[in-house]
């Protein structure tokens, strides 16, 4: 009887043990409750959205990036062409420099009393629409091939053929039959010829242009060599009259352009986002006015 009964607690304690293993194996199977799914793609949409988030805006800012270095790599382009010509403005070698109504070929670009070589007057330029009241620069000088084949005999003459021997390069803010978009264009005048527009920089809404001057004139400049130097009394101007008051170029040329780096204009023309703003600066070899 003893032993029946031991067996019966025995069978019990192992239905026991057997019930408690199944309810926990019941448990881990039942899985999460809605309220946790719900919470669960509330975090991971959170999670998601942050990331995709960031993610825009470093991808906007690697854009901006691109942008700001390839407009300062076409800037500075810019500025080696113009420092380039600026060097040679006004430099005929040892002839003698032509005279203001020499320069017809250049379609009215000089007044009579401008004697520096560097006009910034509203003449037509082939192939490009002028933006307005942006004016362009135009640099003179002799051609390169004429001047290496200048001989001694041949200075202080004037210089034939003008035409032919007188080289011009233009910088122009506008737009081209090819092309509406605003930009800056270079054009080089040669041999009786215009070049086709090249393009510089995209977007550029405005080019606006600073003459410096050391005020000297020549009776202020050192006759002997034993003669005290004169300190330079700086002018500046962005008038394009300042052309006209002194007989030899600026020291210094500037050009301040103003690009539009997103290339998105309102309707009226206006840059949608922020402008930036590039200077160049070019000294000129014959820009001292001691000689």
């Known amino acids: 009887m003893k032993s029946n009964i031991n067996k019966i607690q025995t069978e019990n304690n192992f239905n026991d043990e057997s019930n408690s293993l199944f309810t926990s194996i019941d448990r881990k199977q039942q899985g999460f409750t809605l309220i946790e799914l719900l919470v669960a793609t509330a975090i991971s949409i959170i999670v998601l959205l942050a990331a995709s988030s960031t993610f825009i805006t470093t991808y906007r800012l690697n854009q901006d990036v691109k942008k700001r270095i390839s407009y300062e790599q076409d800037v500075r382009n810019a500025g080696d062409l113009l420092r380039t010509d600026s060097r040679q403005l006004g430099n005929f070698g040892c002839m003698k420099g032509p005279s203001p109504s020499d320069l017809t070929m250049f379609n009215g670009a000089f007044d009579i009393n401008n004697k520096q070589f560097v006009s910034t007057s509203n003449f037509t330029i082939p192939g490009v629409k002028k933006l307005d009241g942006v004016k362009p620069l135009l640099i003179t000088y002799i051609d390169e091939k004429y001047a290496e084949s200048i001989t001694g005999e041949k200075c202080n003459t004037p210089i034939p053929s003008i035409e032919d021997n007188i080289n011009g390069s233009v910088y122009v803010v506008g737009t081209t039959e090819y092309d509406n978009v605003k930009s800056l264009y270079k054009l080089e005048y040669r041999n009786q ?78 840059c949608k986002e922020n402008t930036t703003e590039y200077i160049i600066k070019s000294m000129v070899r014959k820009g001292e006015v001691c000689s």
């Open 193 to 270: 010829n215009w070049t086709e527009p090249q393009l510089i920089v995209r977007n550029v809404q405005n080019m606006s242009l600073t003459f410096n001057y050391d005020k000297h004139h020549e009776r202020q400049c050192p006759q002997t060599a034993t003669s005290p130097e004169v300190e330079p009394s700086l002018e500046t101007s962005i008038d394009g009259n300042i052309l006209t008051k002194y007989d030899r170029p600026p020291i210094l040329i500037e050009a301040k352009l103003t690009i539009c780096p997103s290339g998105q204009y309102a309707g009226d023309g206006s």
